[in-house]
């Protein structure tokens, strides 16, 4: 029988994935958890796949953006279009920076822009042009498609939890229909356990299908997310990953269960095997980390494998 977790190093880390498994799945044993309650809750850009040079949501949306400025040139005079349109991309870059920092004054046009990219489209629009997106766009820094910018470790978590009766859901602050369409491919999770950032919806009875809005129904990160687990799940995780600020409230919520392992994905690898060193956006999860159990997953020296092999 091949060896669990094969791009993972033998490490304390590995060492801790393991033996939390091994004891919650040990009938008759003190931190014995039935299936039923074996829920794993995974943030998707930075802790199962790549964010860097920038989501890869927002790269779709950049194009969305261009070729919208591109036929209505007014658009260009306003944010993010302006940077879309001459690609001059570092207000966008600051823009989420300073999300993650606390401070969303520009996160109120981002949103908009992000709405509206999608308003009056039909849920099997959207899905049909995503799809097109994750078959022909390739990383704008690694040239690879999408599908190998996934993190191979993390996949092979996913893929350990499920054979040992857990049911993982991904819990991500993206659009949940961005995500949707390459879930199950990617990770194995189908579209049914993606909880993630929501733009309006109704019901266009005339057509018979249901259309986005121009509205922003709920944004899933930081404090919502815990909400949204439990309106999605109906039940508090035993297992949470992350990588950023806002993932600290979704780690809080699964340590309030009796057992629980709880993982932070630290960027500090420099060894150009994947993303280059970062901890922007991640410093209070860190600060955090230490002062409540959290267990930190180092790239450079928990995992033997960044992405997958083959492209």
């Known amino acids: 029988m091949s060896e669990p977790l094969p791009s993972w190093r033998d490490t304390a880390t590995r060492d801790a994935i393991l033996d939390f498994v091994a004891a919650v799945t040990a009938e008759g044993g003190p931190d014995f958890v039935p299936p039923e309650g074996r829920v794993a809750v995974f943030d998707n850009d930075g802790t199962l796949w790549t964010e860097k040079p920038m989501p890869t949501q927002l790269h779709y949306l950049l194009e969305q953006w261009k070729a919208a400025a591109t036929a209505d040139p007014t658009l260009a005079d306003r944010q993010p279009y302006r940077a879309a349109a001459s690609g001059d991309l570092a207000w966008l870059g600051q823009a989420v920076d300073k999300h993650y920092a606390g401070d969303d004054s520009d996160l109120g046009a981002l949103i ?3 709405s509206e990219s999608s308003a009056g489209a039909s849920v099997e629009e959207y899905e049909a042009s995503v799809a097109a997106f994750y ?3 390739r990383h704008l820094s690694l040239g690879s498609s999408y599908a190998h910018t996934v993190y191979q470790p993390m996949v092979e978590l996913i893929g350990f939890l499920e054979q040992h009766g857990f049911t993982a ?3 991500s602050g993206g659009d949940r229909d961005f995500m949707r369409p ?3 491919d990617y990770y194995g999770i ?3 356990r993606v909880v993630g950032t929501g733009m309006g919806l109704e019901y266009d009875a005339d057509d018979n299908v249901v259309r986005y809005t121009s509205k922003l129904a709920f944004f899933d990160d930081g404090p919502e997310k815990p909400v949204r687990i439990w309106m999605r799940v109906g039940r508090r995780p035993i297992l949470a990953a992350g990588n950023s600020n806002g993932d600290i409230p979704m780690l809080r919520f ?3 269960s009796p057992r629980s392992l709880t993982l932070l994905i630290h960027h500090d690898d420099d060894s150009g095997r994947g993303d280059e060193p970062y901890d922007k956006g991640a410093e209070k999860a860190l600060e955090a980390a230490s002062v409540h159990g959290v267990t930190v997953v180092s790239v450079r020296d928990d995992w033997s494998l960044v992405f ?4």
């Open 112 to 114: 908009a822009a992000v």
């Open 135 to 137: 078959r022909d766009a």
């Open 169 to 171: 859901y991904i819990v």
């Open 182 to 184: 390459m879930t199950r």
């Open 190 to 192: 189908p579209a049914e």
């Open 254 to 256: 699964a340590q309030g």
């Open 308 to 311: 997958p092999p083959g492209e």
